[in-house]
């Protein structure tokens, strides 16, 4: 696993619908060596956490997890500029899109394939989204996208979905739990991964590449 040398920031949500455990705070408070950041299920408090954050801890890389659908972890790749008509954990609903005036939706910008090759070849059960809820976690992907774009601070940012603490599942071969050992084992599989792409994304390597890329195409014309 990479070595954990990149300013690096990793949030997860408080617990929602009823429940006791949010499983991605679980994830995200199991990592060491990472600022961490725990957002209320609330509408608008991840524009003003992540701005202060930000600020505070300066990551070039943020990595988002939230609570999400059974027996998968999903890679977002689409985030939209609106909230569906849901109350929040202060019984709130909302009352305008995420930013006022800002694109009806943003893709996410982490080569998700990759990422999905590299935790497949882990035998870990992980699926591509492009739909992200319309809840808090979308919300938070949005942010994080728009923050990326005016904060050139941050460079690589990712949501994934948790299966819901307690749940069942199959992983890397087996049948279990989504407790906190298989919780704390995603994240730190997920950061490496991250941390590999960020790094390759950054390097020469990458620049030398899609030079010859672009000097294929132009010859197979």
Not at 68 to 94: C, M, S, W
Not at 101 to 127: C, F
């Amino acid at each position: 696993m990479a070595s954990y040398i990149m300013p690096t920031l990793v949030t997860g949500f408080f617990p929602f619908d009823g429940r006791n455990v949010n499983s991605s705070w679980v994830a995200a408070s199991s990592l060491r060596n990472v600022a961490t950041l725990r957002i209320p299920v609330v509408w608008g408090k991840p524009l003003e956490l992540l701005q202060a954050a930000i600020t505070e801890f300066e990551p070039s890389i943020i990595i988002s997890l939230g609570e999400g659908k059974e027996e998968y972890f999903h890679i977002e790749t689409v985030a939209r500029n609106k909230r569906n008509l849901r109350q929040d954990n202060d019984g709130q609903l909302p009352s305008a899109a995420i930013i006022t005036g800002a694109p009806d939706s943003l893709h996410a910008t982490i080569d998700s394939a990759a990422l999905h090759r590299a935790l497949k070849a882990e035998q870990i059960p992980v699926r591509i989204s492009n739909d992200a809820g319309g809840f808090l976690c979308e919300e938070t992907l949005y942010v994080l996208e728009m923050m990326k774009l005016q904060r050139p601070v941050v460079e690589t940012v990712v949501f994934v979905h948790l299966p819901p603490f307690g749940t069942e599942l199959v992983y890397q071969g087996k049948p279990c739990t989504c407790e906190a050992v298989i919780l704390s084992d995603f994240a730190n599989r997920l950061l490496a991964s991250v941390e590999e792409l960020h790094i390759f994304s950054s390097s020469p390597l990458r620049s030398a590449l899609k030079t010859m890329d672009n000097d294929c195409k132009i010859v197979s014309k």
